[in-house]
């Protein structure tokens, strides 16, 4: 299995005696995070772009810290993710005349990692869809162009620029996703595929692959048991934490009730010969007794001993 490489997405928190804290609370807890997720086989990192600055701070800058990755068998940091829930005043995504302080606060971002050989500039291309609406297709278009300036000073830099769509996000459904796509150059704007997301949102994961196999990028592999069917999207502030309807929306791959077809998905990235990374993400998996290891651990589990056989 060559052509894949798993990589594990930044959420993570752990018990403590001064209550749940993240790998970014101390070197030790960072130790400890890193060495985990390499002992299950995970040699890529996701992290969110904000946190570089952290990062910097806690080991002098973003190279020793990828020294710290390596000697702990991890290679390099994959992607950097980035998004911007709410609108506020002078920062609307779809408002055509904030383009350029988008592009150019990404533009921060994607400087700070020049030399670490990131990939990915991964970014939710809208607003909450309640901050979006009307979802339009003027909207639609507006959005398409930022993303192909964004997608243009991405590649400059080395990086693609996929766009991850969450149950929630403006642009979520299959027609949406369709239309947005139409408007934004195929060079420079990749879809990064969230397993979870998408069937949350009514979007089969599988065909949405097919459909855009050249133009995908990058990978969440993360379960799910629900199917919005009653608008939950449309809570604020976030729908992940406080929808009327359900309490916790992420598992791991290969949870009892799962709705991600995973074995089709890579069925469908063996046929299409994918190359590349595909991260591991538990996004709020601490919620109702949940554990971040835990749930790491059986999704690599899955990973090694179902996934791999498929595509080997």
């Given at each position: 299995m060559s052509n894949i490489k798993w990589q594990y997405a930044d959420h993570w928190r752990t018990p403590s005696p001064q209550g749940p804290i993240n790998q970014f609370a101390s070197m030790r807890e960072m130790d400890r995070f890193i060495k985990q997720i390499a002992s299950v086989g995970l040699t890529g990192i996701g992290m969110f772009a904000w946190n570089l600055g952290a990062i910097s701070a806690m080991f002098g800058s973003l190279r020793s810290y990828r020294e710290f990755l390596a000697d702990r068998g991890i290679e390099k940091i994959v992607d950097l993710f980035w998004c911007a829930p709410q609108a506020s005043p002078g920062m609307e995504l779809h408002n055509p005349e904030h383009a350029g302080r988008v592009v150019g606060m990404l533009e921060h971002f994607v400087r700070l990692a020049d030399g670490l050989e990131v990939e990915n500039l991964v970014v939710m291309p809208a607003h909450c869809y309640t901050d979006t609406q009307p979802v339009t297709a003027e909207r639609i278009k507006v959005l398409a162009d930022v993303w192909n300036r964004a997608g243009r000073m991405a590649a400059g830099h080395g990086l693609k620029l996929g766009c991850h769509h969450e149950f929630w996000c403006g642009i979520r459904s299959q027609e949406e996703i369709d239309l947005f796509y139409a408007h934004t150059d195929s060079d420079f704007v990749h879809l990064y595929i969230d397993t979870a997301q998408h069937v949350i949102a009514g979007v089969d994961p599988v065909a949405l692959y097919e459909?855009?196999?050249?133009?995908?990028?990058?990978?969440?592999?993360?379960?799910?048991?629900?199917?919005?069917?009653?608008?939950?999207?449309?809570?604020?502030?976030?729908?992940?934490?406080?929808?009327?309807?359900?309490?916790?929306?992420?598992?791991?791959?290969?949870?009892?009730?799962?709705?991600?077809d995973f074995p089709a998905l890579m069925r469908a990235l063996k046929r299409h010969a994918y190359q590349g990374w595909i991260g591991v993400e538990h996004d709020k998996a601490d919620i109702g007794g949940g554990s971040y290891p835990e749930s790491t651990a059986l999704a690599m589990w899955y990973a090694r001993n179902v996934l791999s056989p498929i595509y080997s």
């Open positions: 459909k855009y196999a050249s133009r995908v990028n990058g990978f969440h592999f993360k379960d799910t048991r629900h199917v919005d069917l009653v608008e939950d999207y449309r809570s604020l502030p976030d729908p992940e934490l406080v929808a009327r309807t359900t309490p916790r929306w992420f598992y791991e791959m290969g949870t009892p009730g799962g709705m991600v």
